[in-house]
């Protein structure tokens, strides 16, 4: 039902947002490529017809403008929606949103940024904190066979297997970040590579799923929103994923969880999550019946191109997922804003 409601509205959501933010690439300023995301994201998703309510919007942890966790977005949010909109449209849905997914490497031009959102019905996407979360991607084919519980060789060995090809053949992808040294040593000692990337494990979570990107595993320490979003893709592709929050300080020494692990226990606690400990599926961080996803690429990426402009115009490829029809639809959008007079055909 979602699905026939929203059509591929969701995709102009994630395309317009892309095509703000990638003004801003290599301009050195990540605050205003998110904030034009933001923006652009908010204008389209309010001229859909849907009732939604954004249950992830990240940019607290670093003051970034952010879609408001809580806000009302879709014209059929209204009081008087009962007027204009159809009974399948007044049912509320819940929305996780990353409208500039990977800031940094926009302000940087770097590979791997997107617009990214997610969609299911009321209750469908785990609210996540915005604490730390540990993560694991892998291909289909080690789904289930793979567990975050184990050590990173032990995963490898197991992906090596399902994969039928060897520990050398494989390719992680890790975030290069300090807290990842032991992790990183791990992988390497085991005999795989690893490919660093210094942000956007949305898009390294996501690549596990398809073959041909060679990338075989995320593992490491990322955000648990991305984690709820990258959750949502890999539950409608089959990939494997699993998230396990990080609260302890030792572990990741930031800001944005607070200095004592009580403290940060009880913060959990009060926000309903009693087992700080859990392991999380994909089927569990997104467990709506219906669950869809639509990301656009605003750099180059594994998945998708970048935003191109050209005069009058730009184009833009994007994914969109769908549990209910069971398709992953790459998308190559020539967006005609100006009469361009001649529009290129690749
Ligand atoms: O790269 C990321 C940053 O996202 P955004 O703020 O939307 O540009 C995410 O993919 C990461 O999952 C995550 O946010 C990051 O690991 C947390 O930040 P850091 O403390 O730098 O590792
Ligand atoms: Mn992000
Ligand atoms: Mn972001």
């Known amino acids: 039902m979602l699905e026939t409601t929203l059509g591929l509205e969701i995709i102009e959501v994630v395309e317009q947002a892309a095509i703000a933010s990638a003004r801003w690439m290599g301009k050195g300023e990540k605050n205003t490529a998110d904030e034009v995301a933001v923006e652009a994201m908010r204008e389209r998703m309010n001229q859909i017809h849907m009732r939604g309510r954004i249950v992830i919007g990240e940019g607290e942890r670093d003051d970034a403008p952010m879609l408001y966790i809580g806000e009302e977005v879709g014209i059929c949010s209204r009081e008087d929606a009962k007027d204009f909109c159809n009974p399948d449209e007044l049912v509320e ?169 009580e403290s940060n226990i009880d913060r959990l606690r009060s926000m309903g999550i009693e087992d700080p400990d859990r392991v999380y599926s994909a089927e569990e961080l997104a467990s709506g019946e219906t669950v869809l996803f639509a990301a656009c690429g605003i750099t180059p990426g594994t998945l998708m191109e970048g935003v191109r402009y050209f005069k009058g115009g730009a184009r833009t490829e994007s994914l969109v997922i769908s549990s209910q029809s069971q398709t992953a639809r790459f998308v190559d959008t020539v967006h005609l804003v100006d009469a361009p007079k001649s529009i290129q055909l690749k």
């Open 93 to 261: 849905i819940d929305i996780a949103v990353d409208p500039c997914e990977g800031t940094n490497l926009v302000a940087y031009g770097q590979p791997g940024s997107m617009a990214v959102l997610a969609i299911s019905e009321k209750g469908g996407l785990f609210a996540a904190p915005d604490f730390y979360m540990k993560k694991l991607a892998a291909p289909p084919a080690a789904r289930n066979h793979v567990d975050i519980r184990k050590s990173a060789t032990e995963n490898l060995k197991l992906i090596s297997e399902c994969l039928n090809r060897s520990v050398e053949e494989l390719v992680v992808v890790v975030m290069d970040r300090p807290r990842h040294k032991n992790l990183i040593n791990e992988i390497r000692t085991a005999g795989a590579r690893v490919r660093l990337i210094a942000d956007g494990d949305v898009s390294a979570a996501i690549s596990c799923a398809f073959s041909g990107t060679n990338i075989h595993a995320l593992m490491g320490i990322g955000a648990a929103p991305e984690g709820v979003i990258s959750a949502a893709a890999m539950r409608c592709l089959g990939g494997h994923f699993q998230g396990q929050l990080i609260y302890d300080p030792e572990i990741v020494k930031t800001g944005l969880i607070g200095e004592s692990r």
